[in-house]
């Protein structure tokens, strides 16, 4: 199992930037592909974007696509979020997951291991 903590949440104004990040520990990192999700109020969980162990590619949901640019750092097992140019449709709490394989994946059944989340507010 793979524990994962999330940092770097908070309250911004539409338009701004936020930085995510996502430690990961408690076994080998880098072959696994590592996702972002995010929940808001009285919504179901969604995926956000996803980064594919060993390759890196990156695969984004429509709405984010060209504002969100999901990486990750093999040597600090940590995967990172940058959010720009954001908006109040944004909000939610998101979490960093961990898929039991290296490929695409973008439904939550294919990710074995999440974080806590972290809260992000995008007001207008």
């Known amino acids: 199992q793979v524990q994962l903590v999330e940092s770097g949440g908070g309250l911004v104004q539409a338009g701004d930037s936020l930085s995510l990040s996502c430690a990961a520990s408690?076994?080998?990192?880098?072959?696994?592909?590592m996702g972002w999700f995010r929940q808001a109020p009285g919504k179901e969980r969604e995926f956000v974007a996803c980064?594919?162990?060993?390759?890196?590619?990156?695969y984004y949901r429509n709405s984010v696509k060209g504002r969100f640019t999901i990486s990750r750092d093999n040597a600090k097992n940590t995967v990172y979020l940058k959010m720009n140019s954001l908006k109040p449709e944004d909000t939610g709490v998101y979490y960093c997951a961990r898929a039991a394989g290296g490929g695409y994946y973008y439904t939550a059944t294919n990710y074995v291991d999440w974080g806590q989340g972290t809260q992000v507010t995008v007001s207008s």
């Open positions: 408690g076994r080998t990192f880098s072959t696994y592909t």
């Open positions: 980064i594919t162990g060993n390759s890196g590619n990156t």
